[in-house]
């Protein structure tokens, strides 16, 4: 158990919705990820926040959109849903914002029918 | 543009066999390299690699960095069947920050 918590396990939503994945670091960490891992894309970036603020952007669409919280939880916003953003999300932690390991989360295995 | 290249993408060996897992990086600004081992959900970390030449050790895992030629090779003796996972490799890049760019993966297959 890496220490990072992601909930919703699973989420099975229709094409247009929208869905929050939420995440909370390893105790002490201040650096949040999130990665997206397709079965055709691999694992990708696509946001880091350090300490609440966003520090660095990868490929993520204009749909989505993520924060991090004063306590250091960050929520993952997906919205106009389409077939494509199905996949397993993964968010990771750091304890800094740079050049260090980063500790993966169980994932939320989204599917949009 | 930046890129993480693994190899082979698969292997299927017997327990007890050596294997050695192939990453090669090009990227901007490259600061070190990451290894990690995921079976079903989450990539668990394995090594952090930041200087040329010095071995990381870890029980039957072992795993190395050039620098200079830009690769990374992962070690596993005696293999067993708790090792078959894919093992995936990231590079971190860039300034401020800690983005990863990670490889495909090596799936391997440990058989009894």
């Known amino acids: 158990d890496s220490g990072v918590t992601q909930t919703p396990k699973h989420l099975i939503t229709a094409t247009g919705q929208r869905v929050t994945l939420r995440c909370s670091p390893r105790?002490?960490?201040?650096?949040v990820y999130w990665y997206q891992q397709s079965l055709d894309q691999g694992l990708q970036f696509l946001i880091q926040?350090?300490?609440?603020?966003?520090?660095a952007k990868g490929n993520i669409l204009e749909r989505f959109s993520a924060q991090q919280f004063p306590d250091l939880h960050s929520e993952l916003n997906l919205s106009s849903l389409e077939l494509g953003d199905s996949a397993l999300y993964f968010c990771?932690?750091?304890?800094?914002?740079?050049?260090?390991?980063?500790?993966f989360g169980q994932g939320t295995r989204l599917t949009v029918v | 543009e930046d890129k993480v290249v693994q190899s082979p993408l698969s292997l299927v060996v017997h327990e007890g066999d050596t294997v050695t897992l192939n990453c090669s990086y090009e990227?901007?600004?490259?600061?070190?390299l990451l290894w990690y081992k995921q079976e079903k959900k989450a990539p668990t970390f394995l090594f952090m690699l930041?200087?040329?030449?010095i071995e990381k050790k870890s029980g039957r895992l072992s795993s190395i960095l050039d620098k200079k030629e830009l690769f990374s090779i992962l070690n596993i003796t005696a293999t067993q069947t708790g090792d078959s996972a894919i093992y995936l490799c990231?590079?971190?890049?860039?300034?401020?920050?800690?983005?990863?760019?990670f490889g495909t993966g090596t799936l391997l297959a440990v058989q009894p």
């Open positions: 990771a932690s750091s304890p800094r914002d740079r050049n260090t390991e980063a500790f």
């Open positions: 105790s002490g960490d201040l650096s």
């Open positions: 926040y350090y300490n609440g603020e966003e520090r």
């Open positions: 990227v901007t600004n490259f600061r070190s």
């Open positions: 930041t200087s040329s030449g």
């Open positions: 990231a590079a971190v890049y860039g300034g401020a920050t800690n983005k990863l760019i």
